[in-house]
């Protein structure tokens, strides 16, 4: 069973950064290689849907949010194990509980089904 686990979450004052980090591990493998996998960071705030923030796909492909691109960088280390999210010049908006996710596809479409979930971070903008 794959496993993950954010981190990296909490309060910040507007136009700063933060960095969150996703641990993967378990599923059939003794070591994560990432290379079958799509890969998202998801974010909601409470009462609302969650919305996909950022995904990066086996080769390294990427997509975001219309309201985060140029800000928020999605990456991995496949070795590690590990995926993470940039997030620059934070605005109030951006304040959310932040998820990764995990789908056993190698690329990221709109409606991918994301098997793997992580327990969340919050991240707190104030203005």
């Known amino acids: 069973q794959v496993q993950l686990e954010e981190s990296g979450g909490g309060s910040v004052r507007a136009g700063g950064s933060l960095r969150l980090s996703c641990q993967i591990s378990?599923?059939?493998?003794?070591?994560?290689?990432?290379?079958?996998?799509?890969m998202a960071w998801f974010r909601q705030v409470s009462g609302k849907e969650r919305e996909g923030v950022a995904t990066i796909d086996s080769n390294g492909r990427t997509t975001y949010l219309d309201s985060v691109e140029g800000r928020f960088t999605v990456s991995k280390d496949n070795r590690e194990g590990r995926l993470y999210l940039q997030m620059n010049s934070l605005k109030p908006e951006d304040t959310a509980t932040y998820f990764c996710a995990a789908a056993r596809v190698p690329r990221c479409f709109s409606n991918t089904d994301y098997s793997y979930w992580g327990q969340g971070t919050h991240v707190a903008v104030s203005s």
């Open positions: 378990g599923g059939n493998y003794k070591t994560y290689d990432g290379v079958s996998y799509c």
